[in-house]
């Protein structure tokens, strides 16, 4: 069954510095979202992405974060310089229509 | 904003007991779909939900859309103890792609 990856799996870094995270979505998925989860809470949105562009974002997304779609497989999300409290969980999901959403294992920032 | 209130919060039940736990709204949402998440990974899609009034199984799962778009609710039969794990509802707000998840269930069924 085809799933979402994500890579890596934990990713620490050090305050100020870029991440990129990485995503390969499920192969005939046209909606790619982010979304994030503070260890012990609920998952919130972040960005949703379709035809090449941001559809929607929240107020989390600020100028610190992007995406972008570099290839047919690939779906990334690059925060540029990284605060202590963007320590989450990153969840890349992927659906067919704006509706049923396939998440990914996710990747574990650390920032430190 | 929109909020997603989940009730309960947490529970433990007997395996082989029947749960139901809600999510419930002041806003209306379009689609309600539910998750379960195990510890350290990504929600699994369980079920969605696309009109009010929709009562929809999978497996020992049935949910419901409600009817006035507010509120849904996740039944779970005969319980195992795979069915530990944290439940989230999420509701997409309409004319837009974008989710709200509840806050969650925590559901731990003794053996």
């Known amino acids: 069954e085809p799933e979402v990856t994500q890579t890596p799996s934990h990713q620490v870094t050090q305050m100020g510095q870029e991440v990129i995270l990485r995503c390969v979505p499920i192969?005939?998925?046209?909606?790619f979202y982010w979304y994030r989860q503070i260890l012990g809470q609920k998952v919130e949105f972040l960005v949703s992405?379709?035809?090449?562009?941001?559809?929607?974002k929240s107020e989390i997304f600020d100028d610190q974060f992007s995406v972008e779609r570099p290839d047919g497989s690939n779906f990334t999300l690059k925060i540029r310089s990284t605060k202590l409290e963007d320590s989450a969980m990153y969840f890349c999901?992927?659906?067919?229509?704006?509706?049923?959403?396939?998440f990914g294992p996710g990747t574990r920032l650390t920032v430190t | 904003g929109q909020q997603l209130n989940q009730s309960p919060q947490s529970m433990f039940i007997q395996e082989g007991e029947d749960v139901s736990m809600n999510c419930t709204s002041s806003?209306?949402?379009?689609?309600w779909l539910w998750y379960k998440q195990d510890p350290g990974e990504g929600p699994v899609l369980l079920i969605a939900?696309?009109?009010?009034?929709e009562l929809t199984s999978n497996g020992r799962l049935t949910a419901q859309f409600g009817i006035t778009r507010k509120d849904s609710f996740l039944n779970i039969s005969a319980s195992i103890p795979s069915d530990v794990g944290i439940y989230f509802c999420?509701?997409?707000?309409?004319?837009?792609?974008?989710?709200?998840f509840g806050t969650g269930t925590r559901l731990k069924v003794l053996a």
């Open positions: 192969s005939n998925h046209l909606y």
């Open positions: 939900l696309y009109k009010a009034g």
């Open positions: 999901a992927s659906s067919a229509l704006p509706y049923e959403q396939y």
């Open positions: 992405f379709y035809n090449n562009e941001i559809s929607e």
């Open positions: 806003s209306i949402f379009n689609t």
């Open positions: 999420a509701g997409q707000i309409p004319g837009t792609y974008k989710y709200i």
